[in-house]
């Protein structure tokens, strides 16, 4: 199903979770529903795999090479689906990690618990949640999954092109980066989206060299380059 | 009659599975289980169901630990203990013990030593019936899964006298080595079955 070289074809989930059992759960579900998954247990791992280190300062993107802790993650994360209990980093603290990184806030998160607390829910999906799942999970539940997936993918695509754009004028620069956030950034990030896969340039600069920048990009507000 | 032998090894265990929904030891959630196993994933709930034995059997171990111990009043660890097998009884359907789990969650709440050494002994009982039950049902459903490999031929074989088998789907279709003939249901159709390396 999946085309092979193309990671644009298939969904990417970073599953979270401390117990063994519903890891292999959450795996064999997402797997019948197509999607590509990495299993971890506990939110630093998945920071980890996600490329953000705990001592990143979020506050301070000079001092954050462009290239850095992006480079780490070769695969794109569509989506994160965490446990709510954890030892440690709970889902909800990663939840918060997640929403706090600029390179990492665009990705959806899910959270699941096996406890049906109101409070709990609704401040999982103040904090930016896209959904709350009740375990045990079930498949008809991952079918509310992909149309935040979408979500980010087309985004991403779009991203894309505008990165492959800026490439051929830029030389030697860094790739500035929009922000899609309607919440405005009070300094520019410099660095390139933490999303964009390696894999598709070539395939993508042959067919898009030829766009206009001047097409509306709503998501960024009117900005297009920042230099 | 290869066809009867079947029939009879599918009645067995969906007779068994009926039970235990019955008696409320297992719920859907365990349905859910089976539905998730495919060609891809034959094995799943077999590979589920024993790592839910090891880690229980560890939580217990634990539990009975914290409880023997007379000067004992770690409780919040008890009940992060008991988390953990309320979670995944949970998961795999093992409703009674995880009802079990609920009341021995409720008398360490209230800090009462005697009232969880009774939990404590239901649980244990609990899941022991659970655990014997189920490798019952596991006794029977290899031959009805995806057997394609050597195990369940031995043990398909075995059952029905033959020595070398090879299972060609899920339906238990015969096929000779040389693939001239394929066969359900009567063993006498079949001139000779051979096994081959999967």
């Not at chain 1, 390179?103 to 709990?120: A, F, H, K, W, Y």
């Not at chain 1, 999970?137 to 991403?156: C, F, G, Q, S, W």
């Not at chain 1, 990165?163 to 899609?180: H, T, V």
């Amino acid at each position: 199903m999946a085309i092979t070289g193309d990671s644009r074809s298939q969904f990417h989930v970073l599953a979270v979770d401390d117990s063994m059992i519903d890891r292999k759960l959450i795996e064999r579900l997402l797997k019948t529903s197509s999607y590509q998954v990495t299993a971890v247990d506990s939110g630093s791992k998945a920071l980890k795999f996600l490329g953000l280190h705990e001592e990143d300062d979020q506050s301070n993107p000079d001092t954050v090479p462009s290239a850095s802790p992006n480079d780490h993650r070769e695969v794109e994360v569509n989506l994160i689906i965490t446990d709510y209990c954890m030892p440690g980093m709970t889902g909800y603290d990663l939840l918060k990690k997640v929403k706090e990184s600029s390179s990492l806030r665009d990705i959806p998160v899910v959270i699941m618990s096996s406890e049906n607390v109101p409070s709990r829910i609704t401040r999982c999906l103040e904090e930016g949640a896209e959904e709350f799942f009740l375990k045990p999970v079930r498949l008809a539940d991952l079918n509310r999954l992909k149309p935040h997936m979408m979500k980010t993918k087309i985004k991403n695509e779009k991203q894309e092109d505008q990165e492959k754009l800026e490439k051929s004028e830029i030389q030697s620069e860094q790739q500035p980066q929009p922000q899609p956030q309607p919440e405005a950034q009070s300094q520019p990030q410099p660095q390139p989206s933490p999303l964009l896969q390696q894999p598709n340039n070539n395939k993508r600069k042959v067919m898009e060299e030829g766009l206009s920048p001047d097409r509306t990009r709503p998501r960024y507000n009117g900005i297009t380059t920042m230099v | 009659m290869l066809g009867w032998g079947v029939d009879r090894l599918r009645a067995d265990m969906n007779r068994l599975l009926a039970m235990l929904f019955h008696q409320g030891v297992l719920d859907e959630q365990f349905l859910q289980l089976q539905q998730l196993e495919d060609e891809s994933s034959p094995n799943f709930v077999s590979e589920v169901v024993n790592i839910y034995f090891h880690e229980s059997e560890k939580l217990l171990r634990n539990l009975r630990g914290l409880l023997m111990d007379r000067e004992f009043s770690d409780y919040k660890k008890m009940g992060t203990h008991l988390n953990q097998l309320m979670g995944s009884s949970s998961s795999i359907g093992a409703k009674r013990v995880r009802n079990v789990c609920v009341a021995f969650r409720a008398s360490s709440e209230q800090n009462s030593r005697p009232g969880c050494l009774r939990a404590l002994e239901l649980l244990e009982h609990e899941y022991c019936y659970l655990k014997n039950k189920l490798h019952e049902l596991f006794q029977v459903r290899p031959l009805l899964t995806f057997p394609n490999t050597f195990q369940n031929s031995d043990l398909f074989a075995s059952r029905f006298g033959f020595s070398l088998v090879y299972i060609v789907t899920s339906d238990v279709k015969l096929r000779c080595a040389d693939g001239s003939t394929e066969s359900t249901g009567s063993w006498s159709d079949l001139r000779f079955v051979t096994m081959e390396s999967v």
